[in-house]
């Protein structure tokens, strides 16, 4: 692992006897002695602190100073409403290509005067190189590389943050603020990756150790690794790209149009007007030929993966499986995949071809546990 880079926390991940594998090009926390398990059950009973600062943040300035430049040149490249985003709020969003796949997922928050994005740690070369060839005479596009990301999830996350600073009991789910510390300024939202209520937090790479020792020394917080992350998100019905989304699947396909305002819709106001535009606006008129759905698999045994899907009594493939694991909170295994749109309704019985056998699971609705979201 010597070519990996290493975020500002590593020392204290080894200080915590954390399992470090690669991930997107970084040396990242699997696992802490706790264990997947308990960290997930924790993360949901209690507080849990992701280190993320392997994703890349990123500053988007209008030239022009007018924040409605930047995000009219924003939307050129995802079908959100950003005009629209008001200040101190986030919107979900994803690039697209002309053929409707999405080229990365990421969040977008109208920070008043000009934009903060938070993009893919495997996509954000990509993302930051996109933006400056199509955005650039309108817009400074600023790579973030000296600070850190902290996530702290779970239900007592508040409470954790509110002890360490000001004004976050107040916070929104989606809203963003800028807050000033001892020792720097930090960039706060209240959102997450796990359907628990939490906070994304920026914060100087200097004094990223310090914040995240502060929080783990509250009797609430524990640190969580990449593979309890990876099942608590599954259970929230989120996706990864790469795995679940990706360049060959648009947003109608993946269930993602909920993230395309009115606004970008046809008949709306600024219609159309973003890569794949054609393909998208149709398939949400007419429906997609494949549909991303969760299933629920009998027994104890996750269908990963790669695992073929079958409707019942047919030796055809209807669908695939882009992630499975066993849900702690859920008690059982789930997975979500993709499947031919005519097999999609919750509800029906399909097959995962499993080490040769063709073993039953049941289309259900998503998300495998209720988002804990603070309204």
């Known amino acids: 692992m010597t070519d990996l880079l290493r975020t500002a926390l590593y020392d204290l991940h080894e200080e915590l006897g954390a399992r470090m594998v690669p991930f997107a090009g970084y040396e990242m926390p699997v696992q802490y002695p706790m264990g997947v398990m308990q960290e997930h059950l924790h993360c949901r009973a209690a507080a849990g602190l992701f280190d993320v600062s392997h994703m890349g943040q990123v500053l988007l300035r209008p030239r022009s100073g007018d924040l ?129 209520d939490g906070f994304e937090i920026s914060v100087p790479g200097a004094m990223a150790e310090e914040a995240a020792r502060a929080l783990l020394a509250m009797e609430e917080v524990a640190p969580i690794g990449l593979g309890a992350r990876d099942a608590l998100r599954l259970e929230a019905g989120l996706c990864l790209y790469g795995s679940d989304i990706d360049e060959t699947t648009t947003p109608v396909e993946a269930g993602l149009t909920w993230a395309i305002q009115k606004a970008r819709r046809a008949g709306g106001a600024r219609a159309g007007g973003f890569p794949g535009a054609d393909r998208i606006l149709r398939e949400m008129k007419e429906g997609p030929a494949r549909r991303r759905v969760g299933l629920r698999p009998e027994g104890r045994a996750p269908m990963r993966a790669g695992t073929r899907i079958f409707a019942e009594n047919s030796d055809l493939p209807v669908g695939e499986v882009t992630s499975g694991a066993f849900g702690p909170t859920l008690g059982g295994p789930m997975s979500m995949g993709y499947v031919a749109a005519q097999f999609a309704a919750p509800g029906t019985l399909v097959f995962g071809e499993v080490r040769g056998k063709h073993l039953p699971a049941t289309i259900t609705e998503m998300p495998f546990t209720p988002a804990r979201f603070k309204r």
């Open 68 to 196: 409605a430049d930047a995000a009219r040149a924003l939307e050129t490249l995802v079908p959100m409403d950003i005009l629209g985003l008001g200040a101190g709020r986030q919107r979900y969003a994803f690039f697209t290509n002309d053929a409707g796949g999405i080229l990365d997922d990421l969040m977008v928050a109208n920070r008043g005067d000009h934009l903060f994005l938070v993009v893919n740690a495997a996509r954000k070369a990509h993302d930051v190189a996109l933006m400056r060839d199509r955005l650039g005479e309108v817009c400074v596009v600023e790579e973030v590389t000296d600070r850190a990301l902290l996530a702290l999830q779970g239900p007592k996350a508040e409470t954790a943050l509110a002890l360490f600073v000001d004004d976050v009991a107040e916070m929104r789910f989606m809203d963003v603020a800028v807050l000033e510390v001892s020792g720097g300024e930090i960039w706060v939202s209240r959102s997450g990756y796990t359907g628990e």
